[in-house]
T-cell receptor, first 115, second 113 residues
Framework: AQTVTQSQPEMSVQEAETVTLSCTYD???????LFWYKQPPSRQMILVIR??????QNATENRFSVNFQKAAKSFSLKISDSQLGDAAMYFC????????????FGQGTRLTINP | DVKVTQSSRYLVKRTGEKVFLECVQD?????MFWYRQDPGLGLRLIYF???????EKGDIPEGYSVSREKKERFSLILESASTNQTSMYLC????????????FGQGTRLTVV
């Protein structure tokens, strides 16, 4: 079974600084998707960024980028120029391409932005 | 915009009650999911459905059942609520296909007393 691990329950960063959230996963599949979701206090889960495993290039969305290391099964999220609105729970998630295609989530990292 | 609507944001029920959590999506998605969110555990899949009247157990189905009589609606049922089912429940839907993303409702925070 696939598993996703986020080893940082909480992180904090000064506004305008850069922070990196860690995620590792375990799978025997060769092709899959990885995601970072943001859950602000409103509880609405928002997709931040997505990475296809067959793509070597790291995904980027504005201030958000990932460092995808397939061999190491590592998928970290870098947030540049942190803003107060980035404060939220961040979840790393895995989805297989074959089979049930359910999302498997990590434990989450609570990110605090200090003004 | 895709909209996934959960019927209640907050719910308080008594131990032993039968509880229904409703989820409706408006984008004709085939796949629908129920997750439970607990601190330190992330989101865990309870049940999912890939078509009307079809359902599959997730990772923690014990104590729960589901119903999908119409494509747009996916209900989670707690047959006899217990205090250990106090949690946040999140519904999600996704179109069929490998590249599509999941959309989530705003969650129902259920307290069983």
């Amino acid at each position: 079974a696939q598993t996703v691990t986020q080893s940082q329950p909480e992180m904090s960063v000064q506004e305008a600084e850069t922070v990196t959230l860690s995620c590792t996963y375990d799978t025997s599949e060769s092709d899959y998707y990885l995601f970072w979701y943001k859950q602000p206090p409103s509880r609405q889960m928002i997709l931040v960024i997505r990475q296809e495993a067959y793509k070597q290039q790291n995904a980027t969305e504005n201030r958000f980028s990932v460092n995808f290391q397939k061999a190491a099964k590592s998928f970290s999220l870098k947030i540049s120029d942190s803003q107060l609105g980035d404060a939220a729970m961040y979840f790393c998630a895995y989805r297989a391409i074959q089979g049930a295609q359910k999302l498997v989530f990590g434990q989450g990292t609570r990110l605090t932005i200090n003004p | 915009d895709v909209k996934v609507t959960q019927s209640s944001r907050y719910l308080v029920k008594r131990t032993g009650e039968k509880v229904f959590l409703e989820c409706v999506q408006d984008m004709d998605h085939e796949n629908m999911f129920w997750y439970r969110q607990d601190p330190g555990l992330g989101l865990r899949l309870i049940y999912f459905s890939y078509d009307v009247k079809m359902k599959e157990k997730g990772d923690i189905p014990e104590g729960y059942s589901v119903s999908r009589e119409k494509k747009e609606r996916f209900s989670l049922i707690l047959e006899s609520a217990s205090t250990n089912q106090t949690s946040m429940y999140l519904c999600a839907s996704r179109d069929r296909g490998t590249t599509t993303e999941a959309f989530f409702g705003q969650g129902t925070r259920l307290t069983v007393v």
